[in-house]
């Protein structure tokens, strides 16, 4: 599985989801493979929405979705082994999540702080 960090509009995330897809088209028919699942990440609600967009105009529903994670919420691998917590999103509570295989970031150190809260994140 994929995890995108700071997707802003989610365009890194939606063209892996693209590429799992036209991979996963072109192998032998084999049951689903839930690990090829990309999650695009932001912490802001309206970023979010305007991802879950995105990702309908480019058909990705099946291998894409959505959650918010917030930096300043993670802390390494002390919640869950490798593992992050996904934030509280329209009335879901917080909740721990599983480690991914991959994670993907573009531009999303603003600040000193956010260098320090991405490390724990990706830890």
Known sequence: SVLELGAGCGLVGIVVASLLTRLRDNQEPTPEDPS??????????????????????????????VAKLDFYRQFGN????????????????????????????????????????AAKTIH
């Open 36 to 65: 090829s699942k990309v999650i695009i990440t932001d912490i802001n609600d309206t970023v979010l929405e305007n991802i879950s967009q995105n990702i309908k105009l480019n058909e990705m529903e099946s291998v894409a979705s």
């Open 78 to 117: 002390n919640y869950i082994p490798g593992g992050w917590i996904e934030s509280e999103m329209k009335g879901m509570i917080e909740q721990p999540r599983k480690p991914v295989d991959v994670i993907l970031a573009a531009d999303i150190i603003c600040q000193r702080e956010d260098a320090i809260a």
